[in-house]
C-alpha cells in the first residue's frame, strides 16, 4: 500500500513558469516530510522540508506548502529554469516510536523545464 | 567527507549467478538503508539497519535477497540466485539518529548506486 502519493507522475513546464508537484498521505502520525530531487544517474538528494507546526517553507526559489487538515503537501518551484529538470520525490515520515527514520516516499515526477 | 559509497556502479550477470552489491556509510551515522528503483515500482525500501542491527526488513523481495552489516562502516545486499526481474538500480542511504540518539538529522543522504543488470 503506497502511503504517500505522488502526482503528476510527469511535467513539462517553460522556462521561467512555475512547477507543482502534489503528494497526500494518509497516516497522520507523520511528522516530517521532505522533498529529494534526483538527477539522472545520481541518487535522490534532499532538497527542502517541513515540519506540520508550519503551513509553509521557502528556500529560494523552492516552496513547500502543507495542508494537515487535508493531509496534503505540495513543491512549488518558481521561475523553473532547464537545471531544475530532474525527478522529485516527496516523502513522509513518523520521527518518533519504532520506525527510526524510515521514510516513505512517493512515485515521484519526472520534471522537464524546456528552455 | 566522501559522501556514501556504493561498489560496483555497474554489474551486469546471468540469471542465476551471485550478486554482492557494498555500501560504506557515512562515518558517524549509524542507520543505514538499502533502497531499488525503477520505473515500474519507484524508489522501495529493502531494509534498514539501525547501529547495526536489522529493524525492518518487510521490503525485501523474497529469501533470495539478504542484507548484513557487520560493523558501522560497511554493509552488503546480496542475491542469490539472481533473476532478470532483479533489474534495477540499488540505492544505499544513511543518516544519523534513533532511539538512543538525543539529536537526530531525519535527512538520509544517499550513495550513487549499483546498476544492476540480470541477462
Known amino acids: 500500500q503506497q502511503q504517500v502519493k505522488q502526482s503528476p507522475q510527469s511535467l513539462i513546464v517553460q522556462k521561467g513558469g512555475i512547477s507543482i508537484i502534489n503528494c497526500a498521505y494518509e497516516?497522520?502520525?507523520?511528522?516530517?516530510f521532505p522533498w529529494y530531487q534526483q538527477f539522472p544517474g545520481k541518487g535522490p538528494a534532499l532538497l527542502i522540508a517541513?515540519?506540520?507546526?508550519?503551513s509553509e517553507k521557502k528556500e529560494g526559489r523552492f516552496t513547500i506548502s502543507f495542508n494537515k487538515s487535508a493531509k496534503q503537501f505540495s513543491l512549488h518551484i518558481m521561475d523553473s529554469q532547464p537545471g531544475d529538470s530532474a525527478t522529485y520525490f516527496c516523502?513522509?515520515?513518523?520521527?518518533?516510536?519504532?520506525?527510526?527514520?524510515?521514510?516513505?516516499f512517493g512515485r515521484g515526477t519526472q520534471l522537464t523545464v524546456w528552455p | 567527507d566522501a559522501g556514501v559509497i556504493q561498489s560496483p556502479r555497474h554489474e551486469v550477470t546471468e540469471m542465476g549467478q551471485e550478486v554482492t552489491l557494498r555500501c560504506k556509510p557515512i562515518?558517524?551515522?549509524?542507520?543505514l538503508f538499502w533502497y531499488r528503483q525503477t520505473m515500474m515500482r519507484g524508489l522501495e525500501l529493502l531494509i534498514y539497519?539501525?547501529?547495526?542491527?536489522?529493524?525492518?526488513d518487510s521490503g525485501m523481495p523474497e529469501d533470495r535477497f539478504s542484507a548484513k552489516m557487520p560493523n558501522a562502516s560497511f554493509s552488503t545486499l546480496k542475491i542469490q540466485p539472481s533473476e532478470p526481474r532483479d533489474s534495477a538500480v540499488y540505492f544505499c542511504?544513511?543518516?544519523?539518529?534513533?532511539?538512543?540518539?538525543?539529536?537526530?538529522?531525519?535527512?538520509?543522504?544517499f550513495g550513487p548506486g549499483t546498476r544492476l543488470t540480470v541477462t
Open positions: 516523502a513522509a515520515m513518523r520521527s518518533g516510536g519504532s520506525t527510526l527514520g524510515r521514510l516513505y
Open positions: 539497519f539501525n547501529n547495526n542491527v536489522p529493524i525492518d
Open positions: 542511504a544513511s543518516s544519523f539518529g534513533g532511539l538512543a540518539s538525543i539529536a537526530y538529522s531525519y535527512e538520509q543522504y
Open positions: 497516516n497522520t502520525a507523520f511528522d516530517y
Open positions: 562515518s558517524g551515522h549509524n542507520s
Open positions: 517541513i515540519r506540520p507546526d508550519v
